[in-house]
C-alpha cells in the first residue's frame, strides 16, 4: 500500500513566519505534488516534482516555493506567511505516467494569525 | 478559468438509491479522467477512473460514464451507502501530462 506522510495534521503560524511542510512518500515515486484545498474552489495545485532537484509550478504557486532533495520528500515553503495562505495543504505521489493514480497525504491543516 | 467543474456543491440521495454526481470539463485535450473521494480530515482516495477511448467503466457499486461530445462525465453509485456520504471531487488529464485539473467537489450525504 502507498503510503503519504505528511508531517503535521494541524499548525498554526503568525504572519511573516517561514513555514516548512514536509511530505514523505515510501513507494519510490518519481512525481509528487503540493495542492491546497479551498471551500468551493477544489484543489488547486501550488507545485509539483517529476525528479530529485526539479520543479514545475502549478495554478498558484506565487508565495510558496519547494524542495525536493531526495526522492522519498517533497517541501513546501511558505516564504512569508500571509493570512491567505491559511488552508488545507495535500500532499501526493505518483509513479510515472501511466502508472496509476496519484495518491494523497492526510493533508495538514495550516492556520496563519 | 475553471476547466473543470461540478457544478452542484451538494447532493442528498436517500440510502440503497442511486447517486449520481456530475462533471463538466472545457479542455477537449483531456483524455484521462478519475473520481476521488474524501472524507474529513483525511487526503481523498482513488475511487474509479476513465480514458477516453471508453465510454463506461465500473468497479463493484461505482460506475462511470463519459460523454464525449458534451464533455461531461458522471459516477453512478448503486446502491447508496451511509459510508458513501463524503465529498467526491472529479479531476482530468492529458496524455504525458502528469498535472491533474480538480473540480470544486460534491458533497453526498447518504440519508437513512
Known amino acids: 500500500d502507498v503510503k503519504v506522510t505528511q508531517s503535521s495534521r494541524y499548525l498554526v503560524k503568525r504572519t511573516g513566519e517561514k513555514v516548512f511542510l514536509e511530505c514523505v512518500q515510501d513507494?519510490?515515486?518519481?512525481?509528487m505534488f503540493w495542492y491546497r484545498q479551498d471551500p468551493g474552489l477544489g484543489l488547486r495545485l501550488i507545485y509539483f516534482?517529476?525528479?530529485?532537484?526539479?520543479?514545475e509550478k502549478g495554478d498558484i504557486p506565487e508565495g510558496y516555493s519547494v524542495s525536493r532533495e531526495k526522492k522519498e520528500r517533497f517541501s513546501l515553503i511558505l516564504e512569508s506567511a500571509s493570512t491567505n495562505q491559511t488552508s488545507m495543504y495535500l500532499c501526493?505521489?505518483?509513479?510515472?505516467?501511466?502508472?496509476?493514480?496519484?495518491?494523497f497525504g492526510d493533508g495538514t491543516r495550516l492556520s496563519i494569525l | 478559468d475553471q476547466q473543470v467543474k461540478q457544478n452542484s456543491p451538494s447532493l442528498s440521495v436517500q440510502e440503497g438509491r442511486i447517486s449520481i454526481l456530475n462533471c463538466d470539463y472545457t479542455?477537449?485535450?483531456?483524455?484521462?479522467f478519475l473520481w476521488y473521494k474524501k472524507y474529513p480530515a483525511e487526503g481523498p482516495t482513488f475511487l474509479i477512473s476513465?480514458?477516453?477511448?471508453?465510454d463506461k467503466n465500473e468497479d463493484g457499486r461505482f460506475t462511470v460514464f463519459l460523454n464525449k461530445s458534451a464533455k461531461h462525465l458522471s459516477l453512478h453509485i448503486v446502491p447508496s451507502q451511509p459510508g458513501d456520504s463524503a465529498v467526491y471531487f472529479c479531476?482530468?488529464?492529458?496524455?504525458?501530462?502528469?498535472?491533474?485539473?480538480f473540480g470544486q467537489g460534491t458533497r453526498l450525504t447518504i440519508n437513512p
Open positions: 501526493a505521489s505518483s509513479g510515472r505516467t501511466d502508472s496509476g493514480p496519484q495518491h
Open positions: 513507494m519510490d515515486h518519481e512525481n
Open positions: 516534482s517529476y525528479d530529485v532537484k526539479m520543479k
Open positions: 479542455n477537449s485535450m483531456f483524455d484521462y
Open positions: 476513465i480514458s477516453s477511448i471508453k
Open positions: 479531476a482530468a488529464s492529458y496524455q504525458g501530462a502528469q498535472k491533474l485539473v
